[in-house]
């Protein structure tokens, strides 16, 4: 049998897209604020954006007087707060004296089936260590599900980042949870403990996590791209930069069975922190890869976990004999029941649009580069029930170590139906959402092929653009 040995995530290299020709794209607005109004009117904008509407920040420094708040059941949809995604800093939103929170998303009661709610481009602050930046409360079934994205923000100088949990327990009977949200690209740094409320620094704070069942197969968290760095402690209570189920981490919650650590956590830079990943409850759909740790006490922790042990395999330790446990003392620290081997010899540096790939496994001295001619394939305008062509995707694989393996790759993401190429023996041939081994790639250096993606999007699928991402890995030959 193959022996999976290593494995590539392309989310930045590779991005399909397509949209309906059935879709009949509605114009969305711009609505403008300015650290001029009161945040009271700022909220009144908000709650009056249609679907799709953008508000849009001006720069400057808005000094709350209350939270800016985004309730799905008052939105006619999805809704974007945008400020300045490629420089946050020139966008603060500060808690001041009067709002312990920024931000607060609540998904209760959506307008419609999923709905959007997006976060971006704002430095978040505030004045007091027990200020919050985004709060998001979440109420989520497995047939109501509000997507809430935040991306490309600062936050820093309050207690926590993000703090998502779910309604569990209401008197009639709902078992709400937190099936969608993603966190990526941000920066949190300089994060205080609360003494007043007993609460260390954190970056990131997910509870009540809907598990596959509710999620469709999907993670119900993702949290990715992110740097931490700077996280305080309180007392002997450490710091982190991600909780997964915070509760059941500290031994408050007891229900395992309730507490799914269905979170995705990659390609994020954790230094300056005394734990990078702390993680309770059940870790069967917990992911914890392609990391960088520098941190003082754990790297990763897990505690009060069940269906382990907690998978952290694939992740840079600060040191190429891979993490300290037990007698071995190396990179950082991992706690009892996690898996760490095998692990990064190097440092995961960021994966740039159209930029080489190469990953090194040690131990078996593999070598494999992976090098794609273009960022993206966009299908255009797809008509529904006929197939369609996109420009093939020239592919080239290198294999300059001492191992012969093949490669594989997966589909992953929103494509609702077949993506699949013409037989082509040096190629990939795509079936439903697997791809075949790569023809040739065993021991040969720089082997290439084409990569020729036909779609078919079945009758009746709901017009829109969709995405997806081709996933790279591969493993021994037999």
């Known amino acids: 049998m193959k022996r999976r040995i290593l494995s590539f995530i392309f989310a930045l290299l590779l991005v399909l897209s397509f949209s309906l020709v059935t879709a009949v794209p509605v114009a969305a607005a711009e609505i403008p604020v300015s650290s001029e109004m009161t945040t009271g009117e700022i909220n009144a904008a908000i709650a009056a954006a249609e679907d799709g509407d953008v508000v849009q920040f001006a720069a400057g420094t808005y000094i709350l007087t209350e939270r800016l708040e985004v309730y799905a059941e008052r939105q006619a949809g999805s809704v974007t707060l945008r400020g300045d995604p490629a420089t946050p800093g020139d966008v603060v939103l500060n808690a001041g004296a009067d709002a312990t929170r920024v931000i607060h998303i609540d998904t209760e009661f959506a307008a419609r089936e999923g709905t959007t709610i997006t976060i971006e481009g704002f430095d978040i602050t505030g004045d ?31 207690n926590w980042g993000i703090n998502a949990w779910g309604y569990l327990a209401y008197s009639d009977g709902r078992d709400n949870r937190v099936n969608s949200i993603e966190i990526v690209n941000n920066k949190f740094y300089d994060l205080k403990a609360a003494p007043g409320e007993g609460q260390v620094g954190a970056g990131v704070v997910l509870e009540t996590l809907g598990d596959r069942t509710l999620t469709g197969g999907a993670f119900a968290a993702t949290v990715k791209n992110n740097t931490f760095e700077n996280i305080a402690d309180l007392g002997e209570l450490h710091g982190a930069g991600v909780f997964i189920q915070w509760k ?40 914890l890869s392609y990391n960088n740790f520098n941190c003082s006490v754990y790297g990763v922790m897990a505690n009060n976990i069940s269906e382990g042990p907690l998978d952290a395999t694939n992740n840079w330790w600060g040191h190429v004999d891979g993490p300290s446990h037990g007698s071995v003392v190396a990179g950082d620290n991992v706690s009892e029941n996690v898996v760490y081997w095998p692990w990064l010899p190097a440092e995961q540096g960021t994966i740039s649009s159209g930029a080489d790939l190469t990953a090194i496994y040690s131990v078996s001295a593999v070598v494999i580069g992976i090098v794609l001619d273009t960022a993206s394939v966009d299908f255009g305008a797809v008509e529904p029930g006929v197939a369609k062509a996109s420009t093939p995707l020239a592919v080239t694989v290198s294999n300059i170590g001492d191992v012969a393996v093949n490669l594989d790759a997966t589909i992953e993401g929103e494509l609702p139906s077949l993506i699949y190429s013409a037989p082509d023996p040096n190629g990939l041939t795509i079936a439903g959402t697997h791809v075949s081994t790569w023809t040739g790639s065993a021991a040969v250096n720089d082997d290439s092929g084409t990569l020729p993606l036909i779609l078919t999007v079945p009758a009746g699928t709901a017009p829109g653009t969709y995405t997806a991402t081709l996933v790279f890995w591969a493993e021994a030959s037999p």
Do not use: C, P, Y
């Open 248 to 287: 059941v981490f500290l031994g408050a919650e007891t229900e395992l069975g309730d507490s799914a650590a269905n979170a995705q956590v990659v390609n994020n830079e954790f230094s300056g922190v005394s734990i990078g990943v702390a993680v309770g409850g059940t870790v069967t759909n917990t992911q």
């Open 128 to 158: 007091s260590a027990e200020d919050t930046g985004i709060t998001v409360a979440a109420f989520d079934t497995s047939t109501s599900v509000t997507n809430v994205v935040i991306k490309n923000n600062h936050f820093h100088d309050i």
